[in-house]
């Protein structure tokens, strides 16, 4: 399992126990990282299920990007003290409603 794969796993599982400003990087998880092909399966794989199987690497490689986009954005509240982890699965979110995009328009970034 690669590192990006183990890290999105990781996020979601914490954006569901609470931390809600991960909704994006979650989403993204649960549509299309976690449908990633396994590749040690690839022998039982007929022609249809290998074309769709690339389809879904090439869907990946353009969420990617918007990925570390959004986690950048999200360091940068909590390097500017917008976000904090209080205790496990709490936090305070000093944020604005415009810079809470993945709570209020999370269309938007996914069609950005």
């Known amino acids: 399992m690669n590192q990006f794969y183990k890290s999105n796993l990781l996020l979601y599982d914490d954006y569901c126990r609470g931390y809600s400003f991960l909704r994006y990087l979650g989403l993204n998880y649960v549509t299309g990282i976690d449908n990633l092909p396994k590749l040690q399966q690839k022998e039982k794989w007929n022609k249809n299920e290998?074309?769709?199987?690339?389809?879904?690497l090439k869907n990946i490689k353009k969420f990617k990007p918007k990925m570390v986009n959004e986690a950048r954005r999200l360091l940068s509240?909590?390097?500017?003290?917008?976000l904090r982890i209080t205790v496990e699965?709490?936090?305070?979110?000093y944020r604005t409603e415009e810079e809470k995009i993945e709570l209020n328009n999370i269309e938007k970034m996914f069609n950005d």
């Open 50 to 56: 290998f074309d769709g199987k690339r389809e879904i």
């Open 77 to 82: 509240f909590f390097q500017n003290g917008l």
């Open 89 to 93: 699965n709490e936090y305070n979110d």
